[in-house]
């Protein structure tokens, strides 16, 4: 591309979203080219096996390029934050961080999740409406939960959420998806960057209770630092088709990536959960539990990656993903995958796909207990310890949501 | 009915080779093969189908076999920058058997004539392994077993001859299971295919000594594009055993075979095989099976040898109260990728399957496990269970484990378990203590990680593995 037309659309992206800085239109428009010269996914590519990627697309995408209306922003997201009193913590809109922000978001915006990070990235990097930093300074200790709650509009949308944390802090971060209650098939685009540097503690823990109708699209990447601790939990409840790409990646030796969640679908809701431990550095560990649970026609489909790099020695690494099939038109499928590239490692992944064991139903239907009863005891024992990976505020909000639509509750409402 | 004019329009290939002499001047099909082409169109097919007499059913399926692969994309997965490099107009697709033995002693590779050495393998055998001589001096014991077989009324005969004596049979199983259109290497191996091993096995027959391919006397039984067919009728037993362990040297440089197996009601095959090609060779096999009723399929599948070998043997179950085992190893050295693995499909209530792979990889080698478990709806009350194991010998070794588990019913259970790791360290301090040398350590502690592999093969077999294990080790630990 040459200077002037590069130019040319720098000032349409200015002419649409104002008073942004020089470098992020530069951006937005390394990215929009970016999407609109790149093909739809190839189908034979493993991950998209079992989505159509015609399914994620908006219609119209460049009517999204605008900023998304002002009056709106205190609908479309609440932050609540207790008892701290750091000054120097950061937590803003980010339009209004882009703009006051620019050096901080200069070095951490797109860096996990860039302009070229893939076709559907690239639109949100491009036309992102709204979003959100949170900035926790070195040395920073944040006990309760910093929440958000989101509720995404009636229209088509693409979000971002930048989390930097510094040297030393501690921080547990619940960001709860909702849809606005007139939202019927609207489409959802979401990008979630997570920094930690080194020695810190961040636990990120994502609800998605989207309206039963829409579709999204989220892609999640975690950096981390040396000796550092960083846990994701994922609940999925709702959407009619969920594409998800998560992922951490460990940079900094001594540091452990946790991953755990679960899918729980019915009726013909369709999951496609793509996860990533990719070890950059050594002597890091990561550990993964994904369980699924299946009712009606529902449909799920989990690829695993565990990528350990040839000069990552001393890396532990572990993954699991349990498929429990109560619906008779259910389909599951699960590619676990391993790629290691070094051999001072211990690494292992394990997958089971089957129905409520008949055996077990069979030993607590002796001892008394009715079939009902019984197998609502077999799903307990099978969800629970992954319910304990969970801090404890919002672990009684995902038991709730998990069980009211186990028992047929839209939404758990 | 094979020696009719099949004549199909609906192809439109039906008139190839009709007026092939005026068409193509070609007087003398051999003369033109003596001279060498290499590269691959109708012309090369017609004249292997021309030459072979074949009937033109089997002259027609060549043809439209060519058409698609010639339509059909290179595959998008695997090992891609090694695919793309083949150039499949620098291959000779047919090598008459008097051209197969030009080859020279003295062209042979140092490195593979130590390997035999160090094996102990027979001179005459060597040559014959070397591609230097098409015969391999066992008519003796071949006799015998042919004798016994015959009084069975087994048929064992390389495909060419099985075509020509029993057309009915191959034309009615030639294709089935593996079709043309399944992968552009299947069907290049469609178009062009040459020798491999042809076993009718009649109902209830129990056939008490494994078949051997060494047993049959021929020059294509080495060929590029072999093309073996194994019917057991019903209630019969048959293990077959292919390759060996002793490297086998080569200048052509692409391998592409096609097995296709078939377990009738309540039939046991079992399919043994090491293969060792020269690391100059792609082996890119499709190797498949259909288990009917209270079948019993099983391969034992080994990959010591090639530069990158593509071969995922598959188990169809599709009659009830069937069962598929698939045991594999790969050994992946130096500039080596085993892309290998295993496919069980069920499409039967009551059917079950156990996969067990075990890779080595060592110097900058790359070991690959890909898979597939399918389970259709019908498939009630199946049970699969799947265990890779992969062991890394170097720094610069490479494990890969990429499974793919698809299942549609729901009261079913699958099972898939992998596991990646070095040698470990306890076990090597605990040898060592013992007074073993750590290389030695080590060549134990992998010849005890392949053991449930060794231990299902012959014992000439087994012995000559662990010796291969042994030598292939040597350069990695020395």
Same mark, same amino acid.
């Given at each position: 591309?040459?200077?002037?037309?590069?130019?040319?659309?720098?000032?349409?992206?200015?002419?649409?979203?104002?008073?942004?800085?020089?470098?992020?239109?530069?951006?937005?428009?390394?990215?929009?080219?970016?999407?609109?010269?790149?093909?739809?996914?190839?189908?034979?590519?493993?991950?998209?096996?079992?989505?159509?990627?015609?399914?994620?697309?908006?219609?119209?995408?460049?009517?999204?390029?605008?900023?998304?209306?002002?009056?709106?922003?205190?609908?479309?997201?609440?932050?609540?934050?207790?008892?701290?009193?750091?000054?120097?913590?950061?937590?803003?809109?980010?339009?209004?961080?882009?703009?006051?922000?620019?050096?901080?978001?200069?070095?951490?915006?797109?860096?996990?999740?860039?302009?070229?990070?893939?076709?559907?990235?690239?639109?949100?990097?491009?036309?992102?409406?709204?979003?959100?930093?949170?900035?926790?300074?070195?040395?920073?200790?944040?006990?309760?939960?910093?929440?958000?709650?989101?509720?995404?509009?009636?229209?088509?949308?693409?979000?971002?959420?930048?989390?930097?944390?510094?040297?030393?802090?501690?921080?547990?971060?619940?960001?709860?998806?909702?849809?606005?209650?007139?939202?019927?098939?609207?489409?959802?685009?979401?990008?979630?960057?997570?920094?930690?540097?080194?020695?810190?503690?961040?636990?990120?823990?994502?609800?998605?209770?989207?309206?039963?109708?829409?579709?999204?699209?989220?892609?999640?990447?975690?950096?981390?630092?040396?000796?550092?601790?960083?846990?994701?939990?994922?609940?999925?409840?709702?959407?009619?088709?969920?594409?998800?790409?998560?992922?951490?990646?460990?940079?900094?030796?001594?540091?452990?990536?946790?991953?755990?969640?679960?899918?729980?679908?019915?009726?013909?809701?369709?999951?496609?959960?793509?996860?990533?431990?990719?070890?950059?550095?050594?002597?890091?560990?990561?550990?993964?539990?994904?369980?699924?649970?299946?009712?009606?026609?529902?449909?799920?489909?989990?690829?695993?990656?565990?990528?350990?790099?040839?000069?990552?020695?001393?890396?532990?690494?572990?993954?699991?993903?349990?498929?429990?099939?109560?619906?008779?038109?259910?389909?599951?499928?699960?590619?676990?995958?391993?790629?290691?590239?070094?051999?001072?490692?211990?690494?292992?992944?394990?997958?089971?796909?089957?129905?409520?064991?008949?055996?077990?139903?069979?030993?607590?239907?002796?001892?008394?207990?009715?079939?009902?009863?019984?197998?609502?005891?077999?799903?307990?024992?099978?969800?629970?310890?992954?319910?304990?990976?969970?801090?404890?505020?919002?672990?009684?909000?995902?038991?709730?949501?998990?069980?009211?639509?186990?028992?047929?509750?839209?939404?758990?409402? | 009915?094979?020696?009719?004019?099949?004549?199909?329009?609906?192809?439109?290939?039906?008139?190839?080779?009709?007026?092939?002499?005026?068409?193509?001047?070609?007087?003398?099909?051999?003369?033109?093969?003596?001279?060498?082409?290499?590269?691959?169109?109708?012309?090369?097919?017609?004249?292997?189908?021309?030459?072979?007499?074949?009937?033109?059913?089997?002259?027609?399926?060549?043809?439209?076999?060519?058409?698609?692969?010639?339509?059909?994309?290179?595959?998008?997965?695997?090992?891609?920058?090694?695919?793309?490099?083949?150039?499949?107009?620098?291959?000779?697709?047919?090598?008459?058997?008097?051209?197969?033995?030009?080859?020279?002693?003295?062209?042979?590779?140092?490195?593979?004539?130590?390997?035999?050495?160090?094996?102990?393998?027979?001179?005459? !055998?060597?040559?014959?392994?070397?591609?230097?001589?098409? =015969?391999?001096? &066992?008519?003796? @014991? %071949?006799?015998? /077993?042919?004798?016994?077989?015959?009084?069975?009324?087994?048929?064992?005969?390389?495909?060419?001859?099985?075509?020509?004596?029993?057309?009915?049979?191959?034309?009615?199983?030639?294709?089935?299971?593996?079709?043309?259109?399944?992968?552009?290497?299947?069907?290049?191996?469609?178009?062009?295919?040459?020798?491999?091993?042809?076993?009718?096995?009649?109902?209830?027959?129990?056939?008490?000594?494994?078949?051997?391919?060494?047993?049959?006397?021929?020059?294509?039984?080495?060929?590029?594009?072999?093309?073996?067919?194994?019917?057991?009728?019903?209630?019969?037993?048959?293990?077959?055993?292919?390759?060996?362990?002793?490297?086998?040297?080569?200048?052509?440089?692409?391998?592409?075979?096609?097995?296709?197996?078939?377990?009738? !009601?309540?039939?046991?095959?079992?399919?043994?095989?090491? =293969?060792?090609? &020269?690391?100059? @060779? %792609?082996?890119? /096999?499709?190797?498949?099976?259909?288990?009917?009723?209270?079948?019993?399929?099983?391969?034992?599948?080994?990959?010591?040898?090639?530069?990158?070998?593509?071969?995922?043997?598959?188990?169809?179950?599709?009659?009830?109260?069937?069962?598929?085992?698939?045991?594999?190893?790969?050994?992946?050295?130096?500039?080596?990728?085993?892309?290998?693995?295993?496919?069980?499909?069920?499409?039967?209530?009551?059917?079950?399957?156990?996969?067990?792979?075990?890779?080595?990889?060592?110097?900058?080698?790359?070991?690959?496990?890909?898979?597939?478990?399918?389970?259709?709806?019908?498939?009630?009350?199946?049970?699969?269970?799947?265990?890779?194991?992969?062991?890394?010998?170097?720094?610069?070794?490479?494990?890969?484990?990429?499974?793919?588990?698809?299942?549609?019913?729901?009261?079913?259970?699958?099972?898939?378990?992998?596991?990646?790791?070095?040698?470990?360290?306890?076990?090597?301090?605990?040898?060592?203590?013992?007074?073993?040398?750590?290389?030695?350590?080590?060549?134990?502690?992998?010849?005890?990680?392949?053991?449930?592999?060794?231990?299902?093969?012959?014992?000439?077999?087994?012995?000559?593995?662990?010796?291969?294990?042994?030598?292939?080790?040597?350069?990695?630990?020395?």
């Amino acid at each position: 591309m040459n200077t002037i037309t590069l130019d040319k659309k720098k000032i349409e992206f200015r002419d649409k979203i104002p008073n942004e800085p020089e470098w992020i239109y530069g951006a937005r428009v390394k990215a929009w080219d970016y999407y609109t010269s790149s093909p739809l996914p190839d189908r034979a590519q493993h991950l998209w096996r079992y989505s159509d990627p015609s399914n994620f697309l908006f219609e119209k995408p460049e009517r999204l390029i605008k900023p998304f209306p002002q009056k709106s922003h205190s609908n479309l997201f609440r932050v609540k934050l207790e008892g701290e009193q750091n000054n120097n913590i950061i937590i803003k809109d980010l339009h209004s961080a882009v703009a006051e922000n620019s050096d901080l978001l200069n070095r951490y915006l797109g860096k996990a999740i860039g302009g070229d990070f893939g076709k559907f990235e690239a639109l949100n990097f491009a036309a992102w409406q709204e979003g959100l930093l949170i900035y926790i300074p070195d040395n920073t200790i944040i006990e309760r939960p910093i929440s958000i709650q989101w509720e995404f509009p009636k229209n088509d949308f693409l979000g971002r959420l930048l989390v930097v944390i510094g040297n030393n802090s501690k921080v547990t971060i619940v960001d709860n998806y909702s849809s606005h209650p007139n939202n019927k098939t609207a489409m959802l685009n979401n990008a979630v960057e997570l920094f930690a540097d080194d020695n810190s503690e961040v636990k990120y823990i994502n609800i998605q209770n989207l309206s039963m109708d829409s579709r999204s699209y989220l892609t999640q990447r975690a950096q981390v630092g040396a000796k550092s601790k960083l846990s994701t939990f994922f609940a999925l409840l709702g959407g009619k088709t969920s594409k998800l790409d998560i992922g951490t990646i460990i940079e900094g030796e001594g540091s452990e990536a946790l991953m755990s969640g679960f899918l729980l679908a019915d009726n013909k809701q369709q999951f496609d959960v793509h996860t990533v431990h990719h070890h950059k550095a050594a002597d890091s560990n990561s550990n993964l539990d994904y369980k699924v649970i299946l009712k009606d026609k529902a449909c799920s489909s989990y690829t695993g990656l565990i990528r350990i790099e040839q000069d990552a020695p001393d890396c532990e690494a572990y993954q699991e993903n349990r498929n429990l099939l109560l619906g008779n038109g259910v389909n599951s499928r699960s590619i676990p995958e391993l790629e290691i590239l070094n051999q001072e490692v211990s690494c292992s992944h394990g997958a089971t796909m089957g129905p409520v064991d008949p055996e077990m139903i069979y030993y607590l239907n002796s001892r008394g207990i009715p079939t009902t009863d019984a197998e609502r005891m077999i799903i307990e024992g099978f969800i629970e310890p992954t319910f304990n990976e969970i801090p404890e505020e919002p672990k009684e909000l995902i038991r709730r949501l998990f069980f009211g639509k186990l028992e047929g509750e839209e939404n758990g409402r | 009915m094979a020696n009719s004019r099949n004549k199909n329009n609906d192809t439109g290939i039906a008139d190839i080779g009709d007026n092939y002499a005026e068409k193509y001047g070609f007087h003398d099909p051999e003369e033109y093969f003596h001279k060498g082409a290499k590269g691959i169109n109708h012309k090369v097919v017609e004249m292997i189908s021309r030459m072979k007499k074949e009937p033109d059913w089997m002259r027609e399926f060549r043809h439209k076999a060519l058409d698609i692969f010639l339509s059909k994309p290179m595959p998008k997965w695997g090992n891609t920058d090694l695919l793309n490099a083949i150039d499949f107009s620098d291959i000779y697709y047919y090598i008459k058997p008097i051209e197969f033995q030009g080859n020279k002693w003295e062209d042979v590779p140092d490195s593979i004539k130590k390997t035999f050495d160090k094996l102990g393998i027979p001179e005459a !055998e060597r040559k014959f392994l070397a591609g230097v001589s098409a =015969q391999y001096e &066992s008519e003796v @014991v %071949y006799h015998s /077993v042919k004798e016994e077989l015959k009084k069975q009324g087994v048929i064992f005969l390389d495909m060419d001859s099985g075509l020509r004596e029993h057309p009915e049979i191959v034309k009615k199983y030639f294709g089935t299971i593996i079709p043309p259109a399944d992968n552009k290497f299947a069907a290049l191996n469609s178009a062009v295919w040459s020798g491999g091993s042809f076993i009718y096995v009649p109902e209830g027959v129990e056939v008490k000594i494994p078949l051997q391919a060494y047993f049959r006397i021929n020059a294509e039984n080495m060929g590029q594009f072999e093309r073996t067919l194994i019917i057991a009728d019903k209630g019969s037993r048959v293990h077959y055993i292919e390759g060996c362990t002793a490297p086998i040297y080569t200048t052509n440089s692409l391998h592409s075979a096609v097995v296709e197996v078939i377990a009738l !009601e309540g039939a046991y095959i079992r399919y043994s095989t090491v =293969q060792n090609w &020269s690391h100059n @060779v %792609y082996n890119l /096999v499709t190797k498949r099976s259909v288990a009917h009723k209270n079948a019993t399929i099983e391969w034992i599948d080994g990959n010591i040898g090639s530069k990158l070998s593509m071969k995922y043997p598959c188990i169809y179950l599709v009659g009830e109260g069937a069962r598929g085992e698939i045991l594999s190893i790969a050994f992946a050295g130096d500039g080596q990728h085993q892309d290998a693995g295993a496919k069980v499909i069920h499409s039967a209530p009551n059917t079950s399957s156990k996969i067990t792979s075990k890779s080595i990889s060592k110097g900058n080698g790359r070991a690959s496990y890909r898979g597939l478990v399918k389970i259709y709806p019908q498939a009630v009350n199946s049970k699969v269970s799947v265990e890779c194991d992969a062991l890394l010998i170097d720094d610069a070794s490479r494990s890969d484990t990429y499974p793919t588990m698809e299942v549609d019913a729901n009261n079913v259970k699958v099972e898939h378990e992998a596991r990646v790791s070095k040698v470990a360290e306890e076990q090597l301090f605990y040898l060592t203590s013992r007074g073993l040398s750590e290389d030695e350590a080590k060549l134990l502690i992998v010849n005890g990680f392949i053991e449930p592999f060794t231990k299902e093969l012959p014992m000439e077999y087994a012995v000559e593995l662990n010796r291969l294990i042994e030598l292939e080790m040597e350069t990695s630990v020395g």
